[in-house]
């Protein structure tokens, strides 16, 4: 049983440019959320999809978007990436309608901003 | 807005001794969940233990147990017979219905052989 896998799982890219990170849900998991963890923080919430829609959003700029595709899998989008955006991604994977059970996490992709 | 506040940046315990981490949140909800999660530094989030709000009995897994005061919105996690292996990241969070996780600063555990 497959869990939820990342990729890449390390980036470089330098300021202004764009990046794209990929992840795929546990399987049987419906419901993607994405995570910014900065060096030494907990992880802060980006937004969640579900049914390749944005269901929930946390604070942050719109240059952060996201898509899901009908397999459930999605993608983070980050364009004009500054210096702050450096940091740990992650992506939980969860089933809707369970909310008893816990989110699974991937093992993140770090991305590093020159 | 809910927060979760760890007091505690770094703890450390010798192997085998029991160690206790702290964690206060806030939130206006009466039914939610909260959780303890550990990130060693290959970085993936693992489950520890999990603990319904509406459960007035503490949860227990194996070596790792909570302090659930509902009234206080204190969840401690509580770690018998430290292991070498137990040695991360701890992170408290809470979440309500379906909704995003929040997640405290962290306490970075360390385990003396």
């Known amino acids: 049983d497959a869990g939820v896998t990342q990729s890449p799982t390390h980036l470089i890219k330098t300021r202004g440019q764009q990046v794209t990170l990929r992840c795929s849900p546990k399987?049987?998991?419906?419901?993607v959320s994405w995570y910014q963890q900065a060096l030494g923080q907990g992880p802060q919430f980006i937004f969640q999809?579900?049914?390749?829609?944005?269901?929930q959003r946390g604070n942050f700029p719109d240059r952060f978007s996201g898509h899901q595709f009908p397999n459930y899998s999605s993608e983070l989008n980050v364009n004009a990436l500054l210096l702050g955006d450096s940091a740990l991604y992650l992506c939980?994977?969860?089933?809707?309608?369970?909310?008893?059970?816990?989110?699974?996490f991937g093992d993140g992709t770090r991305l590093s901003i020159l | 807005a809910q927060t979760v506040t760890q007091s505690q940046p770094e703890m450390s315990v010798q192997e085998a001794e029991t160690v206790t981490l702290s964690c206060t949140y806030d939130?206006?909800?009466?039914?939610?969940?909260l959780f303890w999660y550990k990130q060693p530094p290959s970085r993936q989030m693992i489950l520890v233990i999990r603990?319904?709000?509406?459960?007035?009995q503490n949860a227990t897994e194996n070596r790792f147990s909570v302090n659930f005061q509902k009234a206080a919105k204190s969840f401690s996690l509580k770690i018998s017979d430290s292991q070498l292996g137990d040695a991360a990241m701890y992170f408290c969070a809470y979440r309500q219905g379906a909704q995003k996780l929040v997640f405290g600063q962290g306490t970075r555990l360390t385990i003396n052989p």
């Open positions: 399987s049987g998991h419906d419901t």
């Open positions: 939980a994977s969860s089933l809707t309608g369970y909310s008893n059970q816990p989110q699974h």
């Open positions: 999809y579900y049914e390749e829609e944005e269901r």
């Open positions: 603990q319904e709000a509406y459960k007035q």
């Open positions: 939130t206006s909800e009466s039914d939610y969940y």
